[in-house]
């Protein structure tokens, strides 16, 4: 399972720019699918990002294309979310998740959690 630490979460303004990261630990980072998801307060957790663990293929939840890029550094054992473009439905808790395979089919895949990361966005 390992630890994922996510960092990056602040306070920025509408139309704005955050990258967010997550660093992984004690598994083969490389092999598995990773995903951001995020819930604003009141309402569920969401998926927002994924990318899998051969090949880097990516998909995004609606709100968030064109806005929105997944990345990962294998070497580095981290995964990025790159937010432009923000706004203020947007702001959440952002958690980095790891699954368990190669890929990832639904929020249940993923066995690994970080402790979250707050964005805010201001009008």
């Known amino acids: 399972q390992g630890q994922l630490v996510e960092s990056g979460g602040g306070l920025v303004q509408a139309g704005g720019s955050l990258g967010l990261s997550c660093v992984a630990s004690?598994?083969?980072?490389?092999?598995?699918?990773m995903g951001w998801f995020r819930q604003a307060p009141g309402k569920e957790r969401e998926f927002v990002a994924k990318?899998?663990?051969?090949?880097?293929?990516?998909n995004y939840a609606e709100p968030v294309k064109g806005r929105f890029t997944i990345s990962r550094d294998n070497a580095k054992n981290t995964v990025y979310l790159q937010m432009n473009s923000l706004k203020p439905e947007d702001a959440a808790v952002y958690y980095c998740a790891a699954a368990r395979g190669v890929v990832a089919t639904s929020e249940a895949d993923f066995d690994s959690w970080g402790q979250g990361t707050q964005v805010t966005v201001s009008s």
């Open positions: 990318i899998s663990g051969i090949g880097g293929v990516t």
């Open positions: 004690g598994r083969s980072f490389f092999r598995y699918a």
